[in-house]
Structures are given as C-alpha cells and as structure tokens.
C-alpha cells in the first residue's frame, strides 16, 4: 500500500463505527467512512471535542454540524496552500491520501531534466496540479465545475503560484481529450481522477465501469512521442489495483513500453499505527522507478 504519511497539518486520529476522527491543521472533524466496518471504543477526547460532525442520513445525503469551526481555513503541505470549507456530501476540499501520489509524480518531474507538459483531468481543487507545477511543470486542468475550478485557483494564489504556468479550463474533460487529438496537442504526462458517476454537458452518462478504459485508451493518444507518466486514481470499490494494472497495461504499455504499477492508498491512523484504505492508484512510467 502506498501511504500519504507525510503530513504535518493533517492527521487521521482515530477510526470507529463508521467514521474516522481526523485533524485539519487546529481543527477536528468526524466525517463517516465507508471503510470503517469496526466498532472500536472511542476513547479519544477528540470525538468528544469535535469542531464539525458531517452526520450520514439514512434517506442518503447527510448534513453538517458545526461546533467553533471558521467557514474557511487552510492547511500547508510541502510548501503548497490548500483553503479548506466543508462543503456538500461531507467533503472539505481536499483528499489527503492524495499526497502520495503528489510526492511521487513531483519526484519524476524534478528528475526528468526538460520541460514537462502535464494534463489533469477530472482536476477538482487543484491538489495534483499545484504539486506538479511546484514542481516546475506546465500543467493544464481541466474539471466541468466552474466552482471546483475558482477554488483551484485560489489554492494556487494562495500557494505563491497565482503565475505559474497553469491553464484553468472548465469543460467536460472527454469533450476536451476529442478536441486534443483533433487539434494534435501532446503531453507529457496525464493525470486522471474520474468519478463513479456523473453526466456530460449534453445529459451523457458517465458511469466508470463502463467509461473508464475507453477514457483511458482515448487519453493515451494524446500522449507524447516522451511520455513521462500516467496515473488514474479510483475510488469505486469494483475498481481494484489489479484491475487498473490491466487497463493501463492493456492501453499504454502495448504503445509505449514501460512500467505499470498500481496499489491501494491509505492514511496513517495515528491512534493505533494502523492504516485506513482510501481508494487505489494505477502508475505508469517510462522506466521502472
């Protein structure tokens, strides 16, 4: 398992009966997990002491419950700047995990010794394209919000890179790769965090299990002749590692050579020194790294 324990702002605490008790930077939050399938004591004064309690419903959805939490904060990670406001369906902005992917691709861009070209799809608030153009890369993200795409840029003002080398585009992201391949673009490397399920401008469904390897055999033409890296993240259950592993080798290796490598991700829980699963991460490079 690959494990975003990197943190100094962040930081799972505990685990129990579907939730998970966690810090972000001063404040505490319980959010539910569908991970959690223990009953554990809750032992903890933080389950006690909570700042926000995203409360699941039964009839589906769920709502917030505030206590001395600001409408907005931020938390830093490798010198990057994320704001943070919980928002719908119990998210805050930001997925952790998510780091140790930043960690690796940003390691492959500082080592690749030329300019790299990278592509975010499905981008959300800009956590992979802060890391890569930090990085120095050039990166152009994509997401169909125009929302998600305003609080990327804030990040990236926050993160001292309101100038850097960053095209903010808010588009439907398989309308944008059509386009690409119509009009020759090429990257360097392609980054992808696609939804279990959402529709298109025009009422299209897109349903991953059925999308996502067209999506990806779609997205490797518009891969350079040097491509440096691919990544698909996933965070529906019937998309296991050796599931990812397939499709890319299936789609990428038979064209470019190279290297597949997918595990699950996962945080630290600090209360224990056990590891709480957060969804998967197919990697391909051009080398084995």
Same mark, same amino acid.
């Given at each position: 398992?690959?494990i975003?324990?990197? $943190?100094?702002?962040?930081?799972?605490?505990?685990?129990?009966?579907?939730?998970?008790?966690?810090?972000?930077?001063?404040?505490l939050?319980v959010?539910?997990?569908?991970?959690?399938?223990?009953?554990?004591?809750?032992?903890?004064? *933080? $389950?006690?002491?909570?700042?926000?309690?995203?409360?699941?419903?039964?009839?589906?959805?769920?709502?917030?419950?505030?206590f001395?939490?600001?409408?907005?904060?931020?938390?830093?990670?490798?010198?990057?700047?994320?704001?943070?406001?919980?928002?719908?369906?119990?998210?805050? *902005?930001?997925?952790?995990?998510?780091?140790v992917?930043?960690?690796?691709?940003?390691?492959?861009?500082?080592?690749?010794?030329?300019?790299i070209?990278?592509?975010?799809?499905?981008?959300?608030?800009?956590?992979?394209?802060?890391?890569?153009?930090?990085a120095g890369?050039?990166?152009?993200?994509?997401?169909?919000?125009?929302g998600?795409?305003?609080?990327?840029?804030?990040?990236?003002?926050a993160? *001292?890179?309101?100038?850097?080398?960053?095209?903010?585009?808010?588009?439907?992201?398989?309308?944008?790769?059509?386009?690409?391949?119509?009009?020759?673009?090429?990257?360097?490397?392609?980054?992808?965090?696609?939804?279990?399920?959402?529709?298109?401008?025009?009422?299209?469904?897109?349903?991953?299990?059925?999308?996502?390897?067209?999506?990806?055999?779609?997205?490797?033409?518009?891969?350079?002749?040097n491509?440096?890296?691919?990544?698909?993240?996933?965070?529906?259950?019937?998309?296991q590692?050796?599931?990812?592993?397939?499709?890319?080798?299936?789609?990428?290796?038979?064209?470019?050579?190279?290297?597949?490598?997918?595990?699950?991700? *996962?945080?630290?829980?600090?209360?224990?020194?056990?590891?709480?699963?957060?969804?998967?991460s197919?990697?391909?490079?051009?080398?084995?790294?």
């Amino acid at each position: 398992m690959w494990i975003a324990d990197n $943190w100094k702002d962040y930081e799972v605490i505990d685990t129990s009966s579907g939730e998970k008790l966690e810090r972000w930077g001063k404040y505490l939050l319980v959010r539910p997990d569908p991970q959690v399938i223990w009953n554990t004591p809750k032992n903890n004064p *933080g $389950w006690r002491n909570k700042n926000g309690h995203y409360h699941r419903s039964t009839k589906g959805g769920g709502e917030w419950e505030f206590f001395n939490l600001p409408e907005e904060w931020s938390i830093n990670y490798n010198g990057l700047t994320f704001n943070l406001k919980p928002f719908s369906f119990k998210h805050t *902005g930001l997925f952790p995990e998510q780091a140790v992917n930043w960690d690796w691709f940003s390691d492959l861009i500082h080592k690749a010794g030329r300019p790299i070209k990278v592509l975010n799809l499905f981008a959300y608030t800009g956590g992979a394209t802060l890391s890569a153009a930090y990085a120095g890369a050039s990166v152009t993200h994509v997401d169909a919000s125009k929302g998600m795409v305003n609080w990327a840029k804030e990040n990236a003002a926050a993160s *001292g890179l309101k100038d850097a080398p960053i095209r903010w585009l808010v588009d439907d992201c398989v309308k944008f790769v059509e386009r690409e391949i119509r009009r020759g673009n090429h990257y360097d490397a392609i980054i992808m965090d696609p939804p279990s399920y959402g529709r298109g401008p025009k009422g299209e469904i897109w349903k991953i299990e059925e999308s996502i390897f067209p999506f990806i055999e779609l997205t490797s033409k518009i891969l350079s002749d040097n491509p440096l890296f691919f990544l698909v993240n996933s965070y529906t259950t019937g998309l296991q590692p050796a599931v990812l592993t397939y499709m890319i080798e299936t789609a990428i290796v038979s064209r470019f050579g190279g290297h597949v490598e997918s595990s699950e991700i *996962g945080l630290p829980v600090s209360s224990n020194g056990l590891v709480l699963p957060c969804g998967a991460s197919g990697r391909w490079t051009s080398k084995k790294n």
